[in-house]
Every structure is written in C-alpha cells, then in structure tokens.
C-alpha cells in the first residue's frame, strides 16, 4: 500500500458515520488534497449533500463535509480504503456494488460484528486486502444526516488478510494516527472478534426476544442466565475452532456490561421493534446455530431466543 489519497465510507449508520465523519471533518480542515467519499441512501443521502453529515460526539457538533456522496459510487475516483460499516444484510450487496472499483492493492476495512464476515466478503469481492477486523463504539442514527457518537472514542483492532501476509499496514496505521483515530493491528484478530461477539450476540438475541434493555435484562436473574447460557455455545464453538476462550469470559463479559447505560437496546431489537423489515438475525443467532451444528455443540438456548422472537416479531431467520 503505497499512500491513501481516496476513501470511501460504504454505509453511514452508527460506525460508518462516527469514523468517515471524523476522516471528512480532517481532511476537509487540513488536507483538501486526500479524498473521502460517502456511499449512503434516501432520506439520510439527501441530507448529507444538502448540509453536511452532523456527527455529535461526546455533546461536541461536527459537521463533515465529504468529497462527494452518492448511493452508486461509480461517478467516484477508485479508493485506496474502503470502509464497509453496512448492516450484514446488506453486506453481500454492498460488497457486490463496490467490487468493480477495488483495484489489486485497495484496502477493504469491514466495520461489522460478526465471527464470519472476513469470509463473507472474500466470497463476493475479486480483488483488494480484505483486514479482519473488530469495532468498539457507541453510536447511532439520531434522524437523517445526524449521528449521535458517547462515551469512549470508537476503536477498531485489525489483523492482517491471511492471504497476504506480506501486507505491511503502517500506512494505513499511520494515516489513522494523523487523524487521531483509535486504530490498531494485531498479529492474531480472532479472539478480539470472538470475544466482541460474545458481548454483541448474546445480548442482540435475549432483549430482542423479551423486549429488555441491557440493564433490565442484567438485573433479572432468569435474563441473565440466558444471555451466560448463549455465551456457554459461543465458548464452546469457538474452542472447537481453536479459538483461545474460556468460560471465565462469561463473568467478564457480564460485568463489562454491567457498565452500559440502563436503556440501552441492541441495535437488532431496535430494527425489530421498528418495524423496519430487516435485522441482523441471520449473523447473530442463525450463525451460532449453524456454526454449532457444524462443530458438534448444542446451542439450546440460542436456538430457545431465536423462537421467541420469530413468534413475537414474525421474523424469518
């Protein structure tokens, strides 16, 4: 990777909004030169080319002024980065829709949550490094062109693409560090990606099935017993997998958690409870249960949740 001088940000929910908000905010102020654009949709799109993407993080108002925003990003310069921060159901056609742009040596960031999405874009995308990576934020779509980003700044971990192990990623590095993004390379992501999980998946699938904020579902003993019994499977698939986990991971996790706001939904009971007609069913729940199936370990109470909520939502895994 000889430089980054073109971004582009494919999805401008949460994580893509925090991250290619701050690069836009940078390079607009210091560096007109380097490039970032925008790949986002509807209402949200029509907003961030009328006034800029208004990222409020930590009750401080930036707005962010891309290069350029469209939802086909054909008319756009070929990147050197790209940022997929989509939802996982819109991963396949989003890695579909950028493919034809992504050169031997670009570099493709996946912004999800999730143990298998590294494969998932390696099976649709022909050329380009692909970094498995990690996120660690909170951050949201306050209403159309507003993010709303609090507590610690966004942090991603990222290893290298098994396929290339020659890739040296300082550029990279050294580009997050100009624009004080909280970046880093590990020599082995996996773990990091498991472990995030076990604190996404199991808390996605128990507050969308009993309709609980994180702190209602902590204080309830029942809830609570639930979500450790779903991050048991998780441990347990990832042991089989050789993955360096072990049940004291449970305990950690739930603490870890114990520090979230009281209200605070998972973003998967949010697109459920809206109405929205998609959620990210299939990488949480449907995953551990197919990935059980595929490592000999039983996922009762993943399989138990996921009933739940397809009779409270009539939601199709």
């Known amino acids: 990777m000889q430089e980054i001088r073109t971004v582009w940000v494919m999805g ?3 994580v893509g909004g925090f991250f290619g908000g ?19 949709r509807g209402q949200h799109l029509r ?11 930590n009750n401080e108002n930036l707005i962010c002024h891309p290069a350029g925003a469209a939802e086909d990003p054909g008319d756009f310069p070929v990147p050197d980065l790209c940022l ?11 890695v579909q829709q950028i493919n034809p742009y992504i050169h031997d040596n670009a570099v493709v960031l ?5 143990l298998d999405i590294y494969d998932r874009v390696c099976r649709t995308l022909d050329y380009g490094i692909v970094l498995p990576a ?10 159309p062109g507003r993010v709303v980003h609090n507590g610690p700044p966004g942090r991603i971990l990222f290893g290298n693409d098994p396929r290339f192990p020659e890739f040296d990623p300082e550029v990279l590095l050294a580009f997050c560090r100009e624009i004080n993004l909280d970046v880093s390379r590990v020599d082995d992501p996996c773990p990091a990606i498991w472990e995030k999980y076990l604190m996404v998946a199991p808390f996605a699938l128990v507050t969308a099935a009993r309709g609980k904020s994180f702190g209602e579902v902590l204080e309830d003993a029942e809830d609570n017993g639930c979500t450790a019994a779903i991050m048991q499977e998780i441990i347990r698939i990832g042991q089989k997998q050789g993955i360096e986990l072990d049940m004291g991971f449970v305990a950690k ?16 009971q ?36 996921m009933r739940l909520i397809r009779e409270r939502f009539k939601y199709s895994w």
Do not use: W
Request: aromatic share 10%; glycine share 10%.
């Open 270 to 305: 949010r697109d459920l409870e809206q109405g929205r007609g998609k959620a990210e069913g299939d990488v949480f729940g449907a995953t551990i249960s197919r990935m059980g199936r595929e490592a000999g370990v039983a996922t009762p109470m993943t399989d138990k949740m």
């Open 134 to 143: 990690c996120i660690y934020i909170a951050s949201h779509i306050e209403q």
């Open 110 to 114: 996946p912004l999800l949550n999730g």
């Open 22 to 40: 701050q690069i836009a905010y940078y390079l607009h102020q210091h560096d007109d030169s380097r490039r970032v654009y925008f790949i986002a």
């Open 84 to 94: 997929l921060a989509v939802k996982s159901y819109d991963l396949q056609r989003s």
């Open 12 to 14: 401008l929910g949460g």
């Open 47 to 57: 907003e961030i080319r009328e006034h800029g993407l208004i990222l409020r993080s």
């Open 253 to 268: 996790t739930l603490a870890a958690a114990g520090r979230f706001p009281y209200n605070a939904r998972s973003s998967f």
